[in-house]
């Protein structure tokens, strides 16, 4: 071998190594436009989704329909389900133990009477829950929040006690957690060291709901780059999900809906497109967190998922296969089940078994025989007068055969 050969040779796999390390950095580069910035992003990161409407206008009007927008609001009127009509607004633990949901001025407040006297009252000022299965609520005590001992609980129509408080007295010192606030507000600025509790937020730098930047990323960059240049069609510095991979797709969901998830690192650590297991010991998936009779903790819908053939033996199916994020679709069996026929059919060979003949009406409902509703283990109250917890019911994510739930449409049918 000459000595040019060899010499041309090393210019070449230098010269190749050069141009691997660029195309590496170009990657990470394009990979840094995409994926927010680690740590804990700042308040004035975010934008908020009111200032998206101007140039998402659709997306922005359907999203607050839905339950994540609604998932926490300040306390006012509107977002308030339970009644404060003289008779319909008390909660009685005792005879003599009662507590009365009251408007005074323009506030909300729950009162607390002990044998007629007022003995404390704590106002409403932040709504948990959109409402769909009940609503809890929050008060501040200087920077610290506090669960109101008292629940809207939809399913009953009535204030019930709040999940987990004792029934016999009020409890006013339930501190409300960074992880409780993680799951239903789009950011939270906690102002306490690491470790203090209770935990300290800033009152004002809080983004309510389960907002586009919770998906997205904090986008006051985007909205400040798209403002400056309207004639750019593409979207820089924002995050779309659609370009992630499986799995980053299932994290963010998971964030909320993976169960009892334990955080390793502080709570509002995680952004989407970042690895959730950076962040948490997820035990969501294992046998023991998943019993597929129990829809457990506000519903582990990845665990049920996961455990389903539908997903284990697709390579494609996330959460977004079937739920489109910025719609309210809910109780739309039908659209869900549509959403079935993009992989059953008869064509492919591998639809529905039973006779078709018998249930006229199942294209427009595979959801009750194959995903029933079950109570959830969670969200359960406890009501006036009763000894056992009234639950809420929750859409199993285990899609599998259920001959139980089969026979409760036998009779419908044959009629
Ligand atoms: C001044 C106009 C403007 C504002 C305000 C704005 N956007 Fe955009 N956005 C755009 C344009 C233009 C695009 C590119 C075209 C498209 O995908 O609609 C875009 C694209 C996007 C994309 C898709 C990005 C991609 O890579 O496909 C997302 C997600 C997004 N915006 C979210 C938001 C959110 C969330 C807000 C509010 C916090 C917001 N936008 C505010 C103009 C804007
Ligand atoms: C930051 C936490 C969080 C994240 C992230 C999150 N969710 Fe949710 N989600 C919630 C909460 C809280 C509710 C309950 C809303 C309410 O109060 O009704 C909810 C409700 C829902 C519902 C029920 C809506 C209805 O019909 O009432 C669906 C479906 C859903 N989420 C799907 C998703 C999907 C898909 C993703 C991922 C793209 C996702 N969620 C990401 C917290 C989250
Ligand atoms: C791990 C995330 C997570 C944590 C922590 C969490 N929630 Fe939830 N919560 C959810 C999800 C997800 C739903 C929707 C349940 C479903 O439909 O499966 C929900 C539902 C609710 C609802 C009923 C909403 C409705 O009308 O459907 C209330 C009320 C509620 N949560 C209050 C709280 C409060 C108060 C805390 C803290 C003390 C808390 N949650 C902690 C995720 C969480
Ligand atoms: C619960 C998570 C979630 C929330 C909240 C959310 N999005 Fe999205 N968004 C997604 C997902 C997932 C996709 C990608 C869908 C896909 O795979 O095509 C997406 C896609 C988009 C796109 C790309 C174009 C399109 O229509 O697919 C835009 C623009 C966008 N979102 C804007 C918004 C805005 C504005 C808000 C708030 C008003 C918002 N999103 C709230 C999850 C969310
Ligand atoms: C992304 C494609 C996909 C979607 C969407 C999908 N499935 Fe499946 N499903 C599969 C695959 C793959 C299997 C396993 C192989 C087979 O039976 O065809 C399966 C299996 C099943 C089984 C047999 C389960 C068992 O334990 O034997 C049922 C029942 C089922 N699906 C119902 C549904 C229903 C109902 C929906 C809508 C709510 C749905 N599937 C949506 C892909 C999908
Ligand atoms: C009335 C209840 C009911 C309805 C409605 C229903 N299914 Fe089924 N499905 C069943 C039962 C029961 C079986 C098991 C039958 C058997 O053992 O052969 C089954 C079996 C299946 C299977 C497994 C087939 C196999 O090869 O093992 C799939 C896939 C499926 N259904 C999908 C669907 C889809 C998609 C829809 C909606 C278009 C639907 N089902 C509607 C009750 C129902
Ligand atoms: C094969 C289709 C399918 C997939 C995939 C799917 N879902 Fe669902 N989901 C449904 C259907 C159907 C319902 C019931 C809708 C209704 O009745 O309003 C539902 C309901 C829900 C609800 C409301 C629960 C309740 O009963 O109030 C939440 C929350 C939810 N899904 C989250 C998720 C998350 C998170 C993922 C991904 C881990 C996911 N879903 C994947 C079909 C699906």
């Not at 529905?352 to 995903?371: E, L, R, S, V, Y």
């Not at 509703?373 to 000894?387: D, F, N």
Request: proline letters at 4%; hydrophobic letters at 35%; a positive charge.
């Amino acid at each position: 071998m000459s000595f040019v050969n060899r010499y041309r040779r090393s210019i070449i796999v230098i010269g190749t190594i050069v141009l691997c390390g660029f195309l590496l950095t170009q990657c990470v580069n394009n990979e840094k436009e995409q994926v927010v910035q680690k740590g804990i992003a700042k308040f004035d990161q975010f934008a908020g989704s009111a200032s998206c409407a101007s140039c998402h206008k659709d997306i922005y009007e359907k999203h607050k329909q839905t339950g994540h927008y609604l998932t926490s609001r300040p306390a006012e009127e509107k977002y308030i389900k339970g009644s404060f009509e003289k008779g319909k607004n008390v909660y009685a633990y005792t005879p003599s133990i009662i507590l009365a949901m009251e408007k005074r001025d323009s506030h909300f407040y729950q009162v607390a009477y002990f044998k007629g006297e007022e003995k404390k009252a704590m106002r409403f000022d932040i709504v948990t829950g959109s409402g769909a299965k009940g609503q809890s609520f929050m008060t501040w005590r200087g920077n610290k929040l506090f669960q109101l001992p008292v629940t809207y609980f939809t399913n009953a129509g009535q204030w019930s006690n709040s999940p987990g408080f004792p029934s016999d007295r009020v409890m006013i010192d339930r501190p409300v957690t960074s992880r409780c606030m993680e799951c239903h507000v789009t950011f939270a600025e906690r102002i306490s060291e690491d470790g203090k509790e209770p935990e300290e937020f800033s009152k004002t730098n809080i983004i309510y709901g389960v907002d586009c930047e919770r998906c997205h990323g904090p986008a006051a960059g985007h909205v400040a780059f798209q403002t400056q240049n309207p004639q750019e069609k593409k979207g820089k510095y924002i995050l779309n999900p659609a370009s992630l991979s499986r799995q980053q797709n299932l994290d963010l969901c998971a964030l909320c809906h993976g169960g009892n998830i334990h955080k390793t690192r502080p709570s509002f650590s995680f952004s989407a497109g970042e690895i959730l297991a950076d962040y948490f010991t997820i035990d969501s998936l294992s046998e023991l967190a998943v019993n597929t009779g129990n829809v457990d903790v506000h519903g582990n819908q990845l665990g049920l998922l996961n455990k389903s053939k539908c997903f284990r033996m697709s390579e494609t199916m996330t959460c977004n296969t079937c739920h489109n994020s910025h719609e309210n679709q809910r109780g739309n069996k039908a659209l869900f089940s549509q959403k079935c026929a993009g992989c059953h059919s008869v064509a492919h060979n591998n639809f529905c078994t039973i006779d078709t003949a018998k249930f006229p009406g199942m294209h427009q409902n595979c959801i009750d025989c194959h995903m029933p509703a079950k109570l959830s283990m969670s969200i359960a109250v406890m009501l006036p007068g009763r000894e056992v917890p009234a639950a809420a019911s929750v859409r199993s994510h285990f899609i599998s055969i259920y001959p139980e739930e089969t026979k409760k449409f036998i009779p419908l049918q044959l009629k």
